[in-house]
């Protein structure tokens, strides 16, 4: 396997202290003392590769209430020189780093599961997008890990992100008398009225009388009322 070179004068240098060590002092020093600047130019190396380094950013978590939707921002960086078509294409898996695919933006494939509930807002050559998942359902809660291919000028790249970003997904809130039939239309002003009629079968009918309402937190309710 060929190493790099301050790596090798690094194994170099240390051969030679230990050959040396017990024959010619002065020189074990010397050489001692230059293994600092051997350490420091190979860690130079290390921090040159990190500036060259690729990956993603996405939020490690985010949350959504079940019926509503959410939005996973994602950026990614890489040190290639893109082709003249770099052919850029966004995909997401689901659940595990190695887990299914669920959409494709080069192909317009979409997980069943997701349909018309997944939209992607990125174009090539941008490196930042945002995936909005609608009309949130229980099983969406997991982990998502967003993937990018690219065409550089030597070779095609492919790489996604390590962590995802994992979905919570929360009950809606339940508020008592808002799911009434809709074609009785009991709602005014946010009051919901109940009815009771009180009837004779012999008698004439009276039209309804809406009461006057005074604290709108208060159940009313309202009577119709047949007289005789």
């Known amino acids: 396997m060929q190493r790099d070179p301050p790596q090798d004068l690094f194994f170099l240098l240390i051969a030679l202290l230990v050959s040396l060590a017990g024959g010619i002092p002065d020189m074990a020093w010397f050489l001692l003392l230059l293994l600092p600047a051997a350490c420091l130019q190979a860690g130079n190396l290390v921090g040159f590769n990190r500036e060259k380094s690729y990956g993603f950013d996405q939020p490690p978590h985010v949350s959504g209430v079940q019926g509503g939707s959410i939005e996973i921002p994602f950026s990614f960086h890489f040190p290639w020189e893109l082709a003249k078509d770099p052919q850029m294409r966004i995909l997401w898996r689901w659940k595990n780093f190695h887990g299914k695919f669920i959409y494709n933006s080069s192909s317009g494939f979409i997980h069943e599961h997701f349909k ?9 050559p941008q490196t930042s997008g945002v995936l909005r998942i609608l009309d949130l359902k229980e099983k969406d809660q997991t982990v998502y890990f967003c993937r990018v291919r690219l065409k550089t000028t030597k070779r095609l790249e492919r790489f996604q992100s390590i962590n995802g970003t994992r979905l919570t997904i929360t009950q809606g809130e339940h508020i008592p008398g808002r799911h009434m039939d809709p074609k009785e239309n009991p709602m005014d002003n946010n009051i919901v009225y109940a009815s009771i009629t009180l009837s004779s079968p012999t008698s004439p009918g009276t039209p309804a009388c809406w009461p006057v309402h005074e604290n709108p937190q208060e159940e009313t309710v309202y009577a119709i ?4």
Request: no cysteine.
């Open 116 to 124: 018309d509930r997944f939209i992607l807002n990125w174009t090539q």
């Open 225 to 228: 009322v047949k007289a005789k």
